[in-house]
């Protein structure tokens, strides 16, 4: 395992860190047995940075990962989780998050606590509510290590906040389709070059850059010897590429991308990738970027929908039906998922509230794409 000195915190971090958002799940639940084995993996292998937060896995995600962490290991690594910026409400809510996801967690202190996915909005809502001298106080109490911020703004709101405190780290989405997008390289060298460690969460944007690849990107691949494995190795190494990143997240849902990914990490070095492999990540770009409908990374914050429409699935139907051409193949899949006896509602269940949006931190129209997807997937003639 290769690792990064944070500069303000002053730590060494492994590379790849451990994101929990996407634990492996078996009949809905979180596969326990599977996790432990994978969290056990990592550690053994020198990953030293788990990350989790409130919402994960229907809020059952903290007392998971506080489980799988049983048994001394809490004490090798570093644990970050976040306040859930949107509940709060009042000064008193943030302390009673905190203490509750100290009992969740089982232990008597955070070592990164973000305020979790900050946008312009949110970020004013806190600094109202003093949301900086509470976190400068669990501090002082011993309750965090690290004062932190996850961000799903634009550059300009990145930047306020970044000027605002002198923070530890903030988390920012990066990605190959991402490079401009919300703090995007500009935020990410403009937070380095304050001392700022930069984590960066969705290397894969959610797994939308490892779906099967399609006709001309699938013969570019083939040309250049990518399978779909290797181009989340080749897209791990791009974020690693930057010498300004500090660590990536990577939300592993199983043991084999766990030990595909550690071995990516062996080879993540700073301006490491080849002309070839840099003209490759060039043509992957121009390739999904002109074909992506939605930009969802099924980070799926925008769930519980009162009407339970499985929006992630809807719009990952979309996106790969899009990518791949193979429409037929992708309304069978959305029509066979979505069953009517299934947990998860198609997209015609839509009642229009709204709820989703704001929640998203990709600030997607949601309502507006779930017609999409109804008119492809659930009308006779698509
Ligand atoms: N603070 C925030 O606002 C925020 C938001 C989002 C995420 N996060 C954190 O950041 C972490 C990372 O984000 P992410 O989970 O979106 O990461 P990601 O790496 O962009 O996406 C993870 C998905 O990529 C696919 N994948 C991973 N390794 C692969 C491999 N070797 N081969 C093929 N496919 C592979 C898997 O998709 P399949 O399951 O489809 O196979 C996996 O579920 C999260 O787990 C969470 O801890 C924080």
Redesign the pocket.
Known sequence: MLYRKMPRVGEEFSVLGF????LPVRNGQVDEAAASRMMRTAIDKGINYV???WP?HGGQGEAIVGRLLEGGLRDKVTLAT?LPSWLVRTRGDMDTFLEKQLVSLQTDHIDVY?L??LTADRWENLMRLDALGFMEKARAAGKIRYIAF???DGLDCFKKIVDAYPWDLC?I?Y?LLDENYQAGREGLRYASGKGIGVVV???????N???PMPGELGAAAKKAGYS??T???IA?RWVWNHPEVGLL??????E??MD??IE?AARGRPNSLTPEELAFVKAARDLYEGKMRVPC???A?CKPCPKSVDIPQCFSNLNNAAISGNWEAQKANYLYILADDRDGNRASACVECGLCETRC?QHIPIREKLKEVAAAFETSAA
């Open positions: 994101g929990c958002m996407r990350d989790t937060a994960y976040k973000l979790h996915s996850s961000f799903h988390q989405q990605n969460m969705e290397p894969l944007k959610g797994g850059i490892t779906i779909r494995s181009l989340a190795d791990l997240l990577s939300g592993m849902s199983s084999e991308q595909q990914n990516s990374t099924a980070c914050y931190p």
